[in-house]
């Protein structure tokens, strides 16, 4: 399937008519009305219009997290997609878990671990 033919199912999933659907994908004005026609009789269009209108939303997932995952994992979606999903979920190669204030009280308290000692008493 081209890009072309991907963003026109895309469009068509949105709502909008399917002549205005493949000029928006790209396909000449003139001929849109007629490619429009013969693409949305296509099966593997029609799947991926299906697709699309089923596919869960951000909004359906109550963590950003899990979205991502389930980005991630996805093999029907795209590559760069998905590429992307995992590259979110990590920073610096370790999975990113804490906020801005988890890290900086980490930290200081590794910092504290570290302060000089104090010289040991002396018996007399």
Known sequence: M???KRNFARFLAEGQSPEVAAISAGYSPT???RRAKLMAEEEAVKAIVRRE???PTPRNFEDP?????WMMNNDE???LLRFKAANSLMQNGKPVKKGK????LDKARMA???T???PPKVKH
């Open 2 to 4: 081209t890009p072309k």
């Open 31 to 33: 001929t849109a009305a």
């Open 53 to 55: 209108t089923e596919r």
């Open 65 to 69: 997290e899990d979205f991502m995952r």
């Open 77 to 79: 979606e795209n590559a």
């Open 101 to 104: 204030k988890e890290m900086q």
């Open 112 to 114: 504290s671990k570290f």
């Open 116 to 118: 000089a000692m104090s």
